[in-house]
């Protein structure tokens, strides 16, 4: 893996976890950098509950990336609130 390729797997998983995050409750503390690494783990949460479906775009599944990251953020607001209180 290059180095291009690794920092358009970076941009897709950030763009993804974006969307994630725009669609279901939550949100991602931090910059780029955090969402990206969200991505990913999303992405990774997504394969193993959703399988690899729908469109690939630089080797991120978009379609499991998008429910596993929304699952992640949700299940982050719902520890992070419970530890604000």
């Known amino acids: 893996m290059s180095i291009l390729s690794f920092l358009l797997f970076l941009v897709v998983a950030a763009v993804c976890a974006g969307i994630a ?23 990774w949460v997504g394969a193993s509950l959703f399988g690899s479906i729908g469109p690939a775009l630089f080797g991120v599944t978009l379609i499991p990336t998008i429910l596993g990251t929304g699952v992640l953020v ?10 604000a209180r």
Do not use: D, N
């Open 21 to 43: 995050e725009a669609i279901f409750p939550g949100r991602i503390p931090g910059g780029f950098l955090t969402t990206a690494v969200v991505g990913i783990i999303g992405g």
């Open 74 to 83: 949700f299940v982050l607001s719902l520890i992070s609130g419970a530890f």
